[in-house]
């Protein structure tokens, strides 16, 4: 407990993000354990974007975690002004959205300056959280962001947090805080880079649904 509170006050000396990262890493690792692979395909500095599939409210903790390096998220604005929630969000530099011309024009003209200035953006193209476990359909959203700023992109792709309190598999339901303890493996995975040119949305949301698919392969071989 002891060695805890000194890397905690070590990462608080250098920021408060530093010490956010590090305490959410705690956290995270103490509660599910996540596996993470080839997340070390991130580049560790330039522009890039990260699109992964939408299981639950806890994806963004989860990727922040196993990334490398700070990543920006593109979160609904309605979670992002959620008190408490809000002070992270604007630790993180999250970009906000609702689904109205205004905001995503704000939105999409912040996540350009972001990527002109080098950051590293994750969208969630599905637009929701799942309500059946699988990938819904992508949204366009995540091309035009592309086609403004041509930056490299990266696939990703989580399983292992359908059924937990953080879902929607057991919406309305007391059985949705029992699943919490069951611990499932929360797996996540990487995919190559993919170019900006020519890219749709189709290409997106296939190579996604076959990252998915070779993580629950490899678990059914385990």
Known sequence: MRKIFIELYKAWKLGREPFYRLALSMVINYIYKP??????????????????????YA?????????????????????????????????????????TRQSVSAAMDEISAGLQAGDLICIFPEGQLTYTGGISRFKQGVIHMIERNPVPV????MTGLWGSIFSRRYL???????????RNPIR???GDAIAPEGLNVN???????????????????L
């Open 35 to 56: 596996d993470y692979q080839h997340l070390d395909k991130i580049p560790a500095h330039g522009a890039a974007v990260l699109v992964c599939n939408h299981v639950s």
């Open 59 to 99: 994806d963004g903790a989860i990727l922040a975690v196993g990334c490398p390096r700070p990543i920006r998220f593109v979160i609904d604005a309605d979670i992002y002004n959620l008190p408490i929630v809000n002070y992270f969000m604007r630790l993180n530099r999250a970009i906000p959205i609702l689904p």
């Open 154 to 157: 990266y696939p990703l792709a």
């Open 172 to 182: 309305k339901s007391w059985r949705r805080f029992y699943p919490f303890h069951k």
């Open 188 to 190: 996540v995975i990487c």
């Open 203 to 221: 290409q997106l949301q296939v190579e996604v649904l076959r990252l998915k698919h070779q993580i629950q392969a490899r678990d059914k071989n």
